[in-house]
């Protein structure tokens, strides 16, 4: 039913800003998880930043603190993802992604099980 569409990626030089944004169509849960995640070639998939209503909080990965803020437009129901200060080991295909909170062994995001977007390329050059 759910829909995520992520846009916004592109080339950009070390030390420069981009806006990726990921609009949500159909229904999605006002309490759901919602945040983003990346990968890049020959790596393991990592959470950047999400809305963690588990704990009515925001994660952040250490490697992105201070430079990425997530953000929402309610109204648009679209997420924000505000990258400033890029670096090269940011390069990767930035996904969006939506999920309900799962009890098992405690409340946590379960995003595993949730809804994705194909993805925007991020490449960030020298």
């Known amino acids: 039913q759910a829909r995520l569409v992520e846009s916004g990626g592109g080339s950009v030089q070390a030390g420069g800003s981009l806006r990726l944004s990921c609009a949500a169509s159909g229904y999605i849960e006002s309490r759901y998880c919602r945040g983003w995640f990346r990968q890049a070639p020959g790596k393991e998939r990592e959470a950047v930043a999400f809305?963690?209503?588990?704990?009515?909080?925001?994660y952040y990965a250490d490697s992105v603190k201070g430079r990425f803020t997530i953000s929402e437009d309610k109204a648009k129901n679209t997420l924000i993802l505000h990258m400033s200060s890029l670096k090269l080991e940011d390069t990767a295909m930035y996904y969006c992604?939506?999920?309900?909170?799962?009890?098992?062994?405690?409340?946590?995001?379960?995003?595993?099980?949730?809804?994705w977007g194909q993805g925007t390329q991020v490449t960030v050059s020298s």
């Open positions: 809305v963690d209503t588990a704990s009515d909080g925001i």
């Open positions: 992604a939506a999920a309900s909170v799962d009890y098992e062994g405690g409340p946590h995001c379960g995003f595993k099980s949730g809804y």
